[in-house]
């Protein structure tokens, strides 16, 4: 599902219209990413893990922070956008914390489970 302030964050910035895009990054230590390229990531295997997904997604609303005045729609749809990752990320979080809890307990029930002999049933 789409985000209604997905549009400018589609595809890598038109550089023909924005041709100091870069360098004003550069200057600021970021470097340009869109969605393209995360799913382009996904698709190729590149993110070992979540973190990895999160910076760049996180990296992506910066961009848009640096480059935009803050009065600027773009600027705005970035906050917006973010504000939502946010929070369907944190309830992603807490899903995999939960997972990962649940997942330590079998663990603990099986080597209990494993390391007690049990008499025959005779």
């Known amino acids: 599902q789409r985000n209604r302030n997905a549009g400018p964050f589609l595809r890598p910035v038109d550089l023909v219209q924005l041709p100091d895009y870069e360098s004003v990054l550069r200057a600021e230590g970021c470097s340009p990413i869109c969605i ?63 997972r990962k809890q649940e997942e330590r307990l079998m663990k603990s029930v099986d080597k209990v489970c494993v390391s007690k002999e049990f008499p025959d049933d005779r």
Do not use: C
Not at 82 to 95: D, G, L, Q, V
């Open 36 to 98: 393209q390229d995360i799913e382009s990531k996904f698709a190729n295997n590149q993110y070992h893990d979540h973190r990895g997904f999160v910076k760049d997604v996180r990296k992506m609303f910066l961009n848009a922070h640096v480059y935009n005045p803050e009065r600027d729609p773009v600027h705005k749809m970035a906050e917006e956008f973010s504000e939502e990752f946010e929070r369907k990320w944190t309830k992603i979080r807490n899903w995999l914390r939960n």
